[in-house]
DNA sequence: TGTACGTTAGTAATCGTTAACTTACTCTGG
DNA sequence: CCAGAGTAAGTTAACGATTACTAACGTACA
């Protein structure tokens, strides 16, 4: 159960983290994020590990729904993915912070404690792929010479890359215009023949 | 150029990285993991920045061999893939802290300054890779309806998720095993032969 | 009156870095 | 051949800044 002022302070934390790396997520920075002081921190969060943590639900709760708009859709396989990348890519694109949301366990290996929270994450996340596939694959809207897990594999895999590609960039471009070789490339490779 | 006590003190680097994350590589550490006091370390580093630096020196010039392997394969491009790809979990598997090769854009955005040299590693990577989809296609041993850097940021993203889950993994499992589904996959979504 | 939420001002530990000094080796002139 | 100068590479001991965290205290509001 999260409070508004709990709320507030893994957003700011979230933001620190994403715009100056993981080295400059102190309780310092993350209080001054929002105005306050150090301690005011402590009155929300015992330690900073319950703060890590609640980064990681919170990210999860932002990227769960991201993935149920896979099952949702109603038109063909293609639609689906596209519509999904579209969403993830436009939810990426308005707020840079959530960028994270993909990288959590290779930014977030910190604390060696929360290691089961970050592979639940991913694997939660490849697991709902993977069911996406499942599914085209019975509909015979997809190959089925390969695996769901490793059609979830390679296009979550994928999208990493073209992220992480696209966040190392100087000039800030649009992250959209990648959409659409992403979902072309995809579509293109998994279809049936 | 390198000294030998640089060579040293970058592996005992990249080692501390990759045991215990990015926070733990200070120079505290790194001086007392091969024995020596802090104060030691700025006898061959002026700063921790020019550390960080000879890190990645360090990575590519054991990541871009593998690359370069691609190319010198006199067999099928299937082939070649499947070599590059034990080749490089043989690696990895051998010494685990080398999965930071893999993964130094992510673990490094640290340093802002190092950035282009983090860009100009990866793209470095990709563009070997794709180089190799070019002759493939070329020679119609690959599908032609995905441009070479596509099929190279796919090969690279599908990688680099099956290494971070390994590395992810609690019990240690053999990366190995995941080689021949990898090589699988990709050579029967890209038709190469 | 008590609880929620803030403050200031500290703690010990750790960070990157430097100063001053020691040790061991090599090069060079008589 | 060998004294002496120079240098490479280590040491101890500190520096100021920053880390996560805490104790004691103030204040607004039910």
């Known amino acids: 159960m999260q409070t508004k002022r709990q709320i507030e302070l893994v957003e700011a934390a979230i933001r620190v983290t994403a715009n100056d790396g993981i080295q ?34 919170h990210l999860d709760s932002l990227l769960a729904p991201q993935f149920a708009t896979l099952h949702a859709s109603q038109g063909s396989y293609k639609e689906a993915l596209t519509k999904f990348i579209n969403d993830l890519f436009t939810l990426l694109e308005h707020n840079t912070a959530f960028t994270l949301m993909l990288f959590a366990e290779e930014t977030f290996n910190v604390d060696i404690q929360l290691k089961p929270q970050l592979d639940a994450l991913l694997s939660g996340n490849l697991k709902q792929l993977a ?27 994928t999208i990493r890359l073209y992220v992480s590609r696209w966040h190392m960039q100087d000039q800030p471009t649009n992250l959209m215009d990648y959409a659409a070789p992403v979902t072309a490339s995809l579509s293109t490779l998994f279809s049936l023949q």
């Open 24 to 57: 400059k997520l102190t309780i310092r920075n993350v209080a001054s994020a929002i105005g306050v002081s150090e301690a005011a921190v402590y009155r929300h969060f015992a330690s900073k590990h319950e703060l890590l943590q609640a980064i990681l639900v």
């Open 131 to 157: 069911k996406f596939y499942t599914d085209a694959i019975a509909e015979k809207r997809c190959r089925a010479d390969l695996k769901p897990i490793e059609l979830a594999m390679i296009t979550f895999g």
